[in-house]
């Protein structure tokens, strides 16, 4: 095996940076939990990421994006663990559960979700209000995750798919 030794110091200085930007926030190779925090809800799939980033707020979000463009690396989002693909191998690995807000505009029928929030979290908000959402058949997934892929719900026949049913991203 070949390691060119350049590319790595460069890639560990950089992921240094941004964990000094977000302490306890940014995990590499070099961590002694990278297998476990590395992982995707499915063993079947063994995704290797470069480096996993636990976002806390919009902020961390955007310093990790900016940071990310002066390094010339990519950034993809697995919000819980859903998603799990070779496609994530080499990239900076978004974790948005710590995104969780949710809030319910019960008048007019709107949800506003963190990216981190789970489908089981939304319906057991809107419940009380007579509410539901979209959701697909199983709680864990989370609503953006769902929505974003297309969203095909039990109530998809009667309403679309929950894509059809956003009206805002930010």
Sequence with gaps: MTINLTTTARVESALDELASVLPGQVVDPRHPDWTALSRAWTLSVDQRPRAVVTVTDEEDVVAVVR???RHDMTVSVQPVGHGATHALDGTVLLRT???REITVDAENRIARVGAGVKWGELLAAVS???LTG???S???PSVVGFTLGGGLSWFSRAFGLAAHSVVAVE
């Design 138 to 140: 199983s709680p864990d």
């Design 97 to 99: 559960r710590g995104l």
């Design 67 to 69: 940071w990310a463009a």
């Design 128 to 130: 009380d209000l007579g």
């Design 134 to 136: 979209l959701a697909g």
